[in-house]
């Protein structure tokens, strides 16, 4: 299975609203509604954001969204903070009844 | 709240095997979920290595799976990995994870705090 495909990098001003995609196939963003989206600070683990395309689970912030077209998955960030700059990660279900990750984006805040 | 520990030789020699355990703790193993691996090498993304059910059944990513085997114990609240024949690329953070779903594997809700692995002799 290949990854995902995600920008390497991502920038924006504090305020300022930002997008990251995912791109994927039939087989895995398209064919279904479980994409995640993590966050990852230095050293940390990864947090999840975003279920099942565009939920948030409790404690995330409403400036995290999600949305799906096709095959390409967003997560927008809206009112950007310092404390956002993270590597930020997609994950998606497959056909095969696997995960697979996005090669992951940096975003930083200007 | 659920946490997760990783445990384990923190340095394998290559071609041996890498053998890491996850202790469960606030959740019992035996009520559900699927509980997984993921490895992130120094400096680079997330890759999913698979995932195990309380009852044994498992989903490998098919990249490693001649190489892997991940086992449960519900007796202990524990699952582990093994890896056999280690080379240098499989040198990364392992973190072990609770998934989102109760029946399948759609991705991680709970993650442990990691342990990096060295391959190195």
């Known amino acids: 299975q290949s990854a995902l495909t995600q920008p390497a990098s991502v920038s924006g001003s504090p305020g300022q609203s930002i997008t990251i995609s995912c791109t994927g196939t039939?087989?895995?963003?398209?064919?279904?509604?479980?994409v995640s989206w993590y966050q990852q600070h230095p050293g940390k683990a990864p947090k999840l954001m975003i279920y099942?395309?565009?939920n948030r689970p409790s404690g995330v912030s409403n400036r995290f969204s999600g949305s799906k077209s096709g095959n390409t998955a967003s997560l927008t960030i809206s009112g950007l903070q310092a404390e956002d700059e993270a590597d930020y990660y997609c994950?998606?279900?497959?056909?095969?009844?696997?995960?697979?990750f996005g090669g992951g984006t940096k975003l930083t805040v200007l | 709240q659920v946490q997760l520990q990783e445990s384990g030789p923190g340095l394998v020699k290559p071609s041996e095997t890498l053998s890491l355990t996850c202790t469960v703790s606030?959740?019992?193993?035996?009520?559900?979920?699927?509980w997984g691996w993921i490895r992130q090498p120094p400096g680079k993304g997330l890759e999913w290595i698979g995932s195990?059910?309380?009852?044994?059944?498992?989903y490998y990513n098919p990249s490693l799976k001649s190489r892997v085997t991940i086992s449960v114990d519900t007796s202990k609240n524990q699952f582990s990995l093994k890896l056999s024949s280690v080379t240098a690329a499989d040198t990364a953070v392992y973190y072990c994870?609770?998934?989102?779903?109760?029946?399948?594997?759609?991705?991680?809700?709970?993650w442990g705090q990691g342990t990096l692995v060295t391959v190195s002799s």
């Open positions: 994870a609770r998934d989102q779903s109760i029946i399948m594997v759609v991705g991680p809700r709970y």
């Open positions: 606030g959740y019992s193993i035996s009520s559900g979920y699927y």
């Open positions: 195990v059910f309380h009852s044994g059944s498992t």
């Open positions: 039939s087989s895995d963003v398209g064919g279904y509604k479980y």
């Open positions: 099942d395309v565009s």
């Open positions: 994950s998606s279900y497959t056909s095969s009844s696997t995960l697979v």
